[in-house]
């Protein structure tokens, strides 16, 4: 759309006989392509994002399975969290699947647990085993954690009345923000949180539920691959929101 040859905006230009016409980008679409090439640049994680939508279509084809998690929900919570549909249109979507996930953890265990028990479903099963894992919890406080970068963004984004020098004065903040986290030793919170509270034991838990070493996933595994898609997320947001003083065609 806007390729400086073929784009939309170079055959404007061409018509208007003007090369003084400045184009720029949907800034929500550029966000969402960033967050696209994540999972485009790590194959790994076709793996994870499989579990993430069977979840949601797996307990969306059956009401009975819908009254037992709110039923978990309610007495693990208190409280009662739809689950959210990823949209491959929306990749931004994928992260709110995730954090709801995140959020209702334990409620979807028990819930899962109960109709092993009940339907003997294989399913369900194989779901337990996938989410109960170090691999899949890691991996869940990891987005979360890029989730808090990409978040205020988009919902900046949304505004009805956005001015593009106040957007990208907030981009900057963020890539500044994520470039301090990459260079430093630091974990993002989340996951910060999820490796002191597993240090020096014997397995690890999440929610008081034992995770298994599936793939061999190690602590060590997960603060490595935290600093990676962090240092992706920084490069993609550095592709997709050239610095102001750049021209704003780039993306």
């Known amino acids: 759309m806007i390729s400086p040859e073929n784009g939309v905006a170079a055959r404007v230009k061409r018509m208007l006989k003007n090369d003084n016409i400045i184009i720029n980008h949907c800034l929500s679409h550029r966000l969402n392509l960033g967050t696209k090439d994540i999972w485009n640049q790590v194959k790994e994680l076709s793996g994870f994002n499989s579990i993430i939508h069977c979840i949601c279509w797996y307990f969306s084809q059956s009401y009975k399975r819908i009254n037992?998690?709110?039923?978990?929900?309610?007495?693990?919570?208190?409280?009662?969290?739809?689950?959210?549909?990823?949209?491959?249109?929306?990749?931004?979507?994928?992260?709110?699947?995730?954090?709801?996930?995140?959020?209702?953890?334990?409620?979807?265990?028990?819930?899962?647990?109960?109709?092993?028990?009940?339907?003997?479903?294989?399913?369900?099963?194989?779901?337990?085993?996938?989410?109960?894992?170090?691999?899949?919890?890691?991996?869940?406080?990891?987005?979360q954690d890029l989730k808090s970068f990409l978040e205020p963004l988009n919902l900046l984004f949304q505004k009805q009345h956005l001015k593009v020098a106040d957007a990208f004065k907030e981009i900057e903040i963020t890539i500044e923000s994520l470039t301090e986290l990459t260079a430093s030793e630091r974990l993002g919170h989340f996951l910060h949180c999820f490796v002191s509270s597993n240090q020096n034991v014997s397995f690890s838990t999440f929610h008081n539920i034992q995770l298994s070493n599936l793939y061999g996933y190690t602590l060590e595994s997960a603060q490595n691959q935290s600093k990676k898609f962090h240092h992706i997320l920084l490069e993609n947001l550095k592709t997709r929101f050239p610095s102001q003083k750049e021209n704003l065609l780039q993306s």
């Open 68 to 143: 037992i998690l709110e039923e978990q929900e309610e007495e693990i919570l208190g409280s009662h969290l739809k689950l959210i549909k990823p949209l491959d249109i929306r990749w931004l979507s994928i992260f709110k699947a995730i954090s709801r996930i995140y959020e209702v953890y334990p409620a979807l265990i028990n819930a899962l647990e109960v109709i092993a028990e009940q339907e003997g479903c294989v399913v369900a099963e194989g779901l337990l085993t996938r989410m109960k894992s170090l691999h899949f919890v890691s991996h869940l406080h990891i987005f």
